[in-house]
């Protein structure tokens, strides 16, 4: 009777229960192996509360132990090369009171030392009913960067060929 109605009924809802945590498991997964692959996480802050979430690949890129996130804003904030702080802090500022987005090219250096380049985006600020906070992206860009200063040299070695060449004749 009512029982095995109210069985059948409970064994149904933590089946659905069930397949709508694996869906969001997998969409989780997929998203986490899209930013690996594009090698770009996503980040929110509060400069007034000096508060610093991450996305996993934020801490890949920097080498930043998972298990052990950011005090703050400022303690993330470290991992900037010192030359761009000044810029950064500008750029996050203008944000949080104006809430105008910016991009920026900048240098991280990792936790082993090594330097890369990334490009530094805050896309809005969020105020919500729980929380305000600033919300953007970090992409390692090392790769790009490396590309543009080939063809930089190899157009600078053409030009130096054509004036060599100019004035022979």
Known sequence: GMTTVAILLLGWMLSRLIKSDQRERDASLF???TQSIARVGGWKANPQTNSLYW???????IEHPEDAPPTGLEDGLKYYAAEYLTDIKANLEQSWNQGTPFRM??????R????????LRCVCRVNDDKENYLTGTLQDISARKATELELQQYRLHLEDLVAEKTHAL
């Open 31 to 33: 998203l986490e192996n």
């Open 112 to 119: 082993s030392g090594q330097r890369l380049w990334v490009e």
């Open 105 to 110: 090219e900048v240098e991280v250096i990792t």
């Open 55 to 61: 996305t996993k690949e934020i801490y890949r890129l």
